[in-house]
């Protein structure tokens, strides 16, 4: 199947412009840039933007964050064509999460085309996000996350089943999932080093 083909099952427009930056820069180079000083952060993804289709964030552990660190990552977004995926791993009641994604010092919603989720707390958080996307004038996207990478997690496969239980019953406009066993047409398959 084609990029095309695929970019004709998605429903999101965030990964729509995914498959567009694929095609375009002839990459699927996602760059995991975890470090905590903005001028490392700055430093590395200079070098590295015109290659890359998406850069994952943890903003919450950046030193020195400020609107400024946001207004230059938009800037080079913008001069190198790639997307911003927060790592933040919402996982609270819906409120809860609506709130950590569009207020406080974060504002996650004005500048992050994708953040991730957990189904823990139910699809609650889902749907908060979702109606978050609504109230504003953003295409933005959801990565979800039905496993994990670290030791003694306690994922198993019946959260990666309820995980596509949940997106087939509250959204499928999510763009991702971050698990290396699931295969779903129209939605991107995350996961690390693959």
């Known amino acids: 199947m084609t990029l095309d083909d695929r970019k004709k099952r998605t429903h999101n427009s965030v990964a729509k412009k ?5 095609e375009s820069k002839r990459s699927n180079l ?6 905590t000083r903005g001028r490392d952060f700055f430093d590395i993804l200079e070098r590295v933007a015109p290659h890359i289709i998406m850069v994952k964030t943890h903003i919450d552990t950046m030193h020195g964050f400020d609107a400024e660190f ?3 990552l938009i800037s080079l977004k913008e001069k190198h064509s790639f997307l911003i995926f927060e790592d933040r791993k919402f996982a609270d009641i819906g409120n809860t999460v609506k709130l950590q994604y569009t207020k406080g010092v974060f504002q996650i919603i004005e500048w992050a085309d994708l953040v991730t989720a957990h189904i823990f707390p139910g699809p609650g958080a889902i ?8 109230e504003t004038r953003y295409e933005r996207g959801l990565v979800i996350l039905p496993q994990m990478t670290s030791e003694g997690n306690l994922f198993s496969p019946e959260v990666r089943d309820r995980a596509l239980e949940v997106y087939r019953s509250v959204s499928r406009r999510w763009v991702a999932f971050a698990d290396s066993r699931t295969r ?3 939605i991107f398959n995350f996961c690390s080093g693959c």
């Open 70 to 72: 946001i207004k230059r």
């Open 30 to 35: 996602i760059l995991s840039l975890d470090v």
């Open 127 to 134: 749907v908060a996000l979702r109606k978050a996307w609504k």
């Open 18 to 22: 995914l498959y567009d930056l694929m």
């Open 184 to 186: 779903m047409a129209g």
